[in-house]
């Protein structure tokens, strides 16, 4: 499964951004998906989830209320939307493609060069 990207910008606080995943392969259907993100200077940090199915989603403490996932598998894509955005929202973000799920980065085999999502005051 390749994986890219896309989406990311330049928002002010309190905008919106979704981002999108697109993946190659007829397997993707078979994969949990997920969204990580690095901030400058820290890990890379998890922040949601979401099953093979579509069916159940796994958000960080941090995003709760203002980050939501889906996915379509007819598209082969996931998405990532993101509301009421914050300073501290600013990161590259990636997505990952794996066979178990998580919060884990270390359970995703498949990655996608990130998108930079970058927001200001």
């Known amino acids: 499964v390749q994986l890219q990207a896309s989406g990311g910008g330049l928002v002010q606080a309190g905008g919106s951004l979704r981002l999108s995943c697109a993946a190659s392969g007829r397997t993707f259907r078979n994969y949990f998906m997920g969204w990580f993100r690095r901030a400058p200077g820290k890990e890379r940090e998890f922040v949601a989830a979401i099953t093979w199915s579509g069916d159940s989603t796994n958000l960080a403490d941090s995003v709760k209320g203002r980050f939501t996932t889906s996915r379509d598998n007819a598209k082969n894509t996931v998405y990532l939307q993101m509301n009421s955005l914050k300073p501290e929202d600013t990161a590259v973000y990636y997505c990952?493609?794996?066979?178990?799920?998580?919060?884990?980065?270390?359970?995703?085999?498949?990655w996608g060069p990130g998108t930079l999502v970058t927001v200001s005051s």
């Open positions: 990952g493609g794996s066979p178990i799920g998580g919060n884990s980065p270390l359970s995703y085999n498949y």
